[in-house]
């Protein structure tokens, strides 16, 4: 199995995934700039949407989302409890959880990696952001998880919520989410 990757990117989620599966696995490292591998290779001749992070097994089959990719080393290593069990309430809320960290937090924090992006843009963005943050905190009151134990969500959010110090989001307020984070 090859995870492409690009360091301090979304594909750290699956990368901590990987390693906590205890799986066999090999990181190709995929510069965000060029796309070219160390090899030379233009990477989006590999992915043709040209993004991380993007997993192929070892019969060639592939996976470029990171909900999919989580879940999906998850059920190969059940007994590590990485997700719950296909079919039952909480595999949907790991999947409601997961859905909401790609769409409004990971997808809020895009635009603020977006070079010249205007400074009341990103205002109106961070705005909306800590809206969502703010929720999360309050989901994680009296948690040390999103769920009753450590799952890929969690995860997931450690990456996200990490990108706002490059971004300048002051989520001193938010005590849950600091201690989860930390």
Same mark, same amino acid.
């Given at each position: 199995?090859?995870? !492409?990757? @690009?360091?301090?990117?979304?594909?750290?989620? &699956?990368?901590? +995934? =990987?390693?906590?599966?205890?799986?066999?696995? *090999?990181?190709?490292?995929?510069?965000?700039?060029?796309?070219?591998?160390?090899?030379?290779?233009? !990477?989006? @001749?590999?992915?043709?949407?040209?993004?991380? &992070?993007?997993? +192929? =097994?070892?019969?060639?089959?592939?996976?470029? *989302?990171?909900?999919?990719?989580?879940?999906?080393?998850?059920?190969?290593?059940?007994?590590?409890?990485?997700?719950?069990?296909?079919?039952?309430?909480?595999?949907?809320?790991?999947?409601?959880?997961?859905?909401?960290?790609?769409? *409004?937090?990971?997808?809020?924090?895009?635009?603020?990696?977006?070079?010249?992006?205007?400074?009341?843009?990103?205002?109106?963005?961070?705005?909306?952001?800590?809206?969502?943050?703010?929720?999360?905190?309050?989901?994680?009151?009296?948690?040390?998880?999103?769920?009753?134990?450590?799952?890929?969500?969690?995860?997931?959010?450690?990456?996200?919520?990490?990108?706002?110090?490059?971004?300048?989001?002051?989520?001193?307020?938010?005590?849950?989410?600091?201690?989860?984070?930390?």
């Amino acid at each position: 199995m090859k995870l !492409y990757y @690009s360091p301090g990117a979304c594909s750290l989620s &699956p990368h901590i +995934v =990987l390693k906590e599966s205890g799986l066999a696995f *090999e990181t190709i490292a995929v510069p965000t700039k060029t796309h070219k591998l160390a090899d030379g290779t233009d !990477y989006d @001749s590999i992915n043709p949407l040209g993004y991380v &992070p993007y997993l +192929v =097994l070892d019969d060639g089959r592939t996976l470029h *989302e990171r909900p999919a990719i989580v879940q999906y080393i998850a059920d190969q290593a059940p007994d590590k409890q990485l997700a719950p069990a296909n079919g039952t309430w909480e595999r949907y809320k790991l999947q409601e959880w997961l859905n909401t960290i790609a769409t *409004e937090l990971h997808k809020g924090f895009s635009p603020l990696f977006t070079p010249g992006m205007p400074a009341e843009a990103k205002d109106m963005t961070k705005t909306r952001l800590m809206s969502r943050l703010n929720w999360v905190d309050g989901e994680l009151a009296g948690k040390n998880y999103l769920l009753e134990a450590f799952t890929v969500a969690d995860a997931y959010l450690f990456v996200v919520a990490g990108w706002s110090k490059p971004v300048g989001l002051d989520l001193s307020g938010l005590s849950n989410l600091g201690a989860y984070t930390t």
